[in-house]
């Protein structure tokens, strides 16, 4: 049996999509022809999955030294400067959503699904979970998640967790300059990250994080 089909029969009545279904056009494409090989093995070589929660890093100037991180910064994001860092860990589910202004590409090391939603249904800086879709990534593929596609730490497939290389704006994910910035969008929490949390997530929502998150959290059971 396929993964996908595992998948879909462990986490029924949810139904998983693959990035390179009709479905995720909405959300973002699957990127064929980048050469991720040596990246990845580096990537899977000196970056630890932690064994509780996440660990990201936006910025690792060893990750950016490769040859296709400069490739897809030509194409993808037509020479802008961006940045190329790590997100590893064991989450299994949906605990909030946030949106970039800009792509962010995403380089699976491991299988690992997305959460993924569309910024256009946000009504008064909420958004209902009703709405979030689940996506499929196999290893060793690249797909590029628009800047209307609301996201979030994705998912383990299995009890290894997962490890993703991701790309974006330079900046982004980094401190706020000032925080008087943020005051006009309760949804800005750092650089270019504009994040909303679900009422169950009590500490990010004292350190400030809007809980603009309603509904019934998703959980995927890995296989």
Known sequence: MKTIERLNQANAPLVIHEVMSE???????????????????????????????????????????????????????????????????????????EYHQGSEVVIAATDCIHLVGSVQVIENNSFDSGNVQAFFQPKNTVVELYSTTLHYAPCKVNGEGYLTIVLLPEGTNMPLVSEEGSRGNPLLTKKNKFLMVHSTQTEKIAAGVHPGLHGKLMNISSI
């Open 23 to 97: 479905a995720f056009r909405t959300y973002g494409k699957l990127l064929t022809h980048f050469n991720t090989a040596e990246l990845i093995n580096y990537a899977k070589e000196t970056i630890s999955v932690p064994n509780q929660g996440n660990h990201y890093v936006p910025s690792v100037a060893e990750l950016e030294a490769f040859g296709v991180i400069r490739q897809i910064q030509d194409e993808v994001y037509g020479q802008l400067p961006i940045q190329a860092g790590f997100c590893a860990g064991q989450n299994t589910g949906l605990t909030g959503l």
